[in-house]
Nanobody, 124 residues
């Protein structure tokens, strides 16, 4: 069992930066690819970013490419999402996710574990 706990959300202004963290419990953190998704009311949860088990491969949604950076620290069992140049359309609940492969962690249907989410609000 892997438990994921997000932190770092909050209220910021357009253009600001924010770093989300996802701490994990369990000894299998390095066995999973990790990702971030986000969701706004009445919309499906959408993929944001993914990182491979070893951390060498990353991928991003087009909407955040060049502004967001995903990273992980296997020693700390933590994955991060650095968000720069935030926009009002980035406002959402952000969820940490774990899956068995880098491909699977891009698809919400293939996620093995979810965190409970952290709210990011970007004011204009």
């Amino acid at each position: 069992q892997v438990q994921l706990v997000e932190s770092g959300g909050g209220l910021v202004q357009t253009g600001d930066s924010l770093r989300l963290s996802c701490s994990t419990s369990g000894r299998t953190f390095s066995s999973y690819a990790m990702g971030w998704f986000r969701q706004v009311p009445d919309k499906e949860r959408e993929f944001v970013a993914a990182i491979s088990r070893g951390g060498s491969i990353t991928s991003y949604a087009d909407s955040v490419k060049g502004r967001f950076t995903i990273s992980k620290d296997n020693a700390k069992n933590t994955v991060y999402l650095q968000m720069n140049s935030l926009r009002p359309e980035d406002t959402a609940v952000y969820y940490c996710a774990a899956a068995t492969t880098t491909s699977a962690v891009r698809r919400s249907a293939d996620i093995n574990y979810w965190g409970k989410g952290t709210l990011v609000t970007v004011s204009s």
